[in-house]
């Protein structure tokens, strides 16, 4: 495995498309890593710049140490998986995957070797003997994954390789993409636009938007601290409230004054208030030095191992989840004393 150091990475495409803008981010030999981030934020490019696929107007690019930033697609030791799976359909899936062996003069029998090897490892069965065009989606993608791996490149590259699959084979492909890197301890840089896919897979994700790096950290820390409004979102959060004023440890708010840590008002400036819907508590008990809200239940979804309320506070909408551990369900109309914990809430820049 390889790390990754990005420097200052600069593309454009004519005249006015600022594809990237400046992409700093080094990336730890062996991590699961993530490029997260809405349609035309620069996902695809910056993996296009890692494979030498395109060359960046300004910036360097080191890999495993060394500088590759002028070195071409075929000499650098990184390897691609595509959205769609740029297999060869007249071709059978074993010369599918020795195809790249025989480019680099592999002989045939260990050419052969190779193949039935990775066919093992990725539990491929009796795939391998199949032609291209008798296979269906999810079998597609794991022979692209297996032909991407068979040639040990030191880095993987993953363009939403599973954003065509429905739901559950999606799922199934993610846990098992997981366990095939942590085997091999190959760097993988993996690119979705689906927050739930990024947190669930990697070990660090960078969210960029416009060409640029928002943030960068753990699913837990981007989630749970998002560094701004914009990152917030894109998480999937929707409880989002303007703050109208703070002081040591309280802030205004649309839903009403809330208590925080005072410690989240280290940089205190205009901005919003973050709560997570799982810090909510529905008529419980309320500690000492929590906030109480009153609200009424607008909306009730049943998702079995839990349950969202969209509460109305103060004419303002907010979300709540409550997990289903046999507790008294609330009912549309019901009135509601909501309680959160100050340590809970999160200040977030604009
Ligand atoms: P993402 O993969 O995150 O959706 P891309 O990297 O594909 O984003 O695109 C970033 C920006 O660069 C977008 O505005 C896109 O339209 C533009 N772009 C990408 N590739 C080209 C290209 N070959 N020619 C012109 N514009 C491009
Ligand atoms: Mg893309």
Redesign the pocket.
């Known amino acids: 495995a390889s790390s990754i150091e990005m420097q200052g990475l600069h593309k454009r495409?004519?005249r006015d498309?600022v594809?990237l803008d400046g992409v700093d981010l080094n990336i730890r030999a062996g991590e699961f890593f993530t490029l997260l981030?809405?349609?035309?934020?620069?996902?695809?490019?910056?993996l296009r710049i890692l494979a030498g696929l395109e060359e960046p107007e300004a910036g360097s690019l080191v890999v495993g140490g060394k500088n590759i930033t002028e070195v071409p697609p075929h000499q650098r030791s990184v390897n691609t998986v595509f959205q769609s799976y740029a297999l060869f359909p007249h071709l059978s899936v074993r010369e599918n995957l020795a195809f790249g062996l025989k480019m680099r003069g592999m002989k045939t029998a260990e050419r052969q070797a190779k193949v039935d090897e990775i066919a093992e490892f990725i539990k491929l069965g009796d795939l391998v003997d199949r032609h291209v065009d008798q296979l269906s989606g999810g079998q597609r993608q794991r022979i692209a994954l297996a032909r991407a791996l068979i040639c040990e490149p030191d880095v993987l590259l993953l363009?939403e390789p599973l954003s065509a699959l429905d739901a559950g084979l999606r799922s199934q492909l993610q846990v098992e993409l997981l366990r095939v890197q942590k085997r091999l301890g190959m760097t993988f840089v993996f690119?979705t636009?689906d927050q739930q896919e990024a947190m669930v897979m990697s070990d660090r994700i960078a969210v960029?938007n416009g060409?640029t790096i928002q943030q960068v950290g753990t699913p837990d820390e981007v989630y749970e601290h998002p560094v701004n409004a914009f990152v917030a979102h894109f998480m999937g959060h929707d409880n989002l409230f303007a703050i109208s004023a703070a002081e040591d440890d309280w802030v205004d708010t649309e839903l009403g004054r809330l208590r925080l840590d005072p410690a989240e008002q280290r940089d205190a400036q205009d901005g919003w208030l973050l709560i997570r819907p799982e810090t909510l508590e529905l008529d419980g008990e309320i500690p000492e030095g929590y906030n109480r809200l009153q609200g009424t239940v607008a909306e009730r979804l049943y998702r079995g191992s839990r349950i969202e309320y969209r509460l109305t506070v103060n004419g303002r909408s907010l979300m709540a989840v409550a997990s289903n551990l046999g507790q008294r369900m609330h009912n549309i109309g019901d009135r509601v004393t909501i309680s959160v914990c100050p340590e809970d809430l999160v200040r977030v820049a604009a």
């Open positions: 495409f004519g498309t594809a981030g809405p349609s035309g934020c620069g996902k695809t490019t910056l363009d690119v636009h960029l060409g």
